[in-house]
């Protein structure tokens, strides 16, 4: 009888922790992808988002005028991920001219403090945002 106690208990936990991670991973699918300011030249960051303790992650976007180097919007992200349960890694960043007038958005440069983003991959979450919009990079 203990055994088959001990059995169902460890498929209860099992279910419980399932349900727990597809409840963490439907949070990681509500994280907006992109996130900047609708216009002027600004610093941006690409960020890796994944589920603590688990392996289900995301690349989001991030970039603001209000950020004087790119550690302040880290600063900003991160603690915002955690609350969700989340972990986050700075993958490098850049810089992003936005024209909402002519709808153009160039990503290039790179961070002093992480490096230089992978531009190829922040353009293409940009473009999941931006799909009307011609978006250019350059590592220069």
């Not at 169902?8 to 419980?16: E, I, S």
């Not at 960020?47 to 688990?54: A, E, F, I």
């Not at 002519?102 to 992978?118: H, I, M, N, P």
Request: charged residues 30%.
């Amino acid at each position: 009888m203990l055994r088959v106690c001990a059995a169902v208990n460890r498929l209860t936990l099992r279910g419980a922790l399932g349900k727990a991670s597809v409840a963490m991973a439907d949070s990681l699918a509500q994280i907006p992808d992109v996130e900047i300011d609708p216009e002027g030249s600004f610093k941006y960051i690409l960020v890796r988002v994944k589920v603590k303790d688990g392996d289900a992650h995301k690349d989001i976007v991030r970039g603001t005028k209000s950020a004087q180097y790119h550690n302040h919007i880290f600063e900003k992200v991160n603690p915002a991920m955690e609350a969700l349960g989340m972990e986050c890694k700075c993958l490098g960043g850049g810089k992003i001219e936005h024209n909402s007038t002519e709808k153009k958005l160039r990503v290039f440069g790179e961070s002093t403090a992480f490096g230089k983003a992978d531009h190829s991959v922040s353009v293409e979450k940009l473009k999941s945002v931006f799909s009307d919009y011609d978006i250019t990079w350059s590592d220069n």
